[in-house]
């Protein structure tokens, strides 16, 4: 992901917030500079999807992180958002891009993420219960929504 990418990420975020955390400019940029990973997928020369992740010890001040953080210490790999454009959804690109970000983990022992669950992220709760996620805790969040919190244990080789 590079500034180049601006407008197609922050557009495709916009389109899930409610979903996912807002995103402005001024915080994408600083997301990009301290994430593990800030990748777009692109499908025909056009921003299909993004992800960002984030490593233990990084400067993320998001809730999610600082309770994974309080939780796992350094043995965790956050997800922080993934999202994939509505016209390329179910056409494995998710998936792809979790294989991916879960061999990255490995060293860290676990994926973790958060989900909305009151009101429920019906399709997303199902993908990660999918892909062996489990809950490990709740998140009342500012606005009054929950988050469920989840991990994926993730065998070393």
């Given at each position: 992901?590079?500034?180049a990418d601006?407008?197609?990420?922050l557009?495709?975020?916009?389109a899930?917030?409610?979903w996912?955390?807002?995103?402005?400019?001024n915080?994408?940029?600083?997301?990009?500079?301290?994430?593990a990973?800030a990748?777009?997928?692109?499908?025909?020369?056009?921003?299909?999807?993004?992800?960002l992740t984030f490593?233990?010890?990084c400067?993320h001040?998001?809730l999610?992180f600082?309770?994974?953080?309080?939780?796992?210490a350094?043995?965790?790999?956050?997800?922080?958002r993934?999202v994939?454009?509505?016209?390329?959804?179910?056409?494995?690109?998710a998936?792809?891009?979790?294989?991916?970000?879960e061999?990255?983990?490995?060293?860290?022992?676990?994926?973790?993420?958060?989900?909305?669950s009151?009101p429920?992220?019906?399709?997303?709760?199902?993908?990660?219960?999918?892909?062996?996620?489990v809950e490990?805790g709740?998140?009342?969040?500012?606005d009054?929504?929950?988050?469920?919190?989840?991990a994926?244990e993730?065998?070393?080789?």
């Amino acid at each position: 992901m590079t500034s180049a990418d601006d407008a197609a990420v922050l557009a495709l975020n916009a389109a899930s917030e409610g979903w996912v955390e807002p995103l402005g400019p001024n915080r994408l940029d600083w997301l990009r500079l301290i994430a593990a990973h800030a990748a777009v997928v692109e499908v025909d020369d056009e921003v299909a999807a993004f992800v960002l992740t984030f490593a233990p010890g990084c400067a993320h001040d998001g809730l999610e992180f600082q309770w994974f953080t309080e939780t796992y210490a350094d043995r965790f790999l956050h997800l922080d958002r993934i999202v994939v454009a509505e016209q390329h959804r179910r056409q494995g690109i998710a998936t792809a891009v979790y294989r991916a970000v879960e061999r990255s983990a490995k060293p860290f022992d676990r994926l973790v993420c958060g989900i909305k669950s009151d009101p429920p992220d019906i399709a997303g709760l199902a993908f990660h219960a999918g892909r062996d996620f489990v809950e490990v805790g709740k998140l009342g969040r500012p606005d009054g929504t929950t988050t469920a919190l989840c991990a994926k244990e993730l065998a070393t080789d």
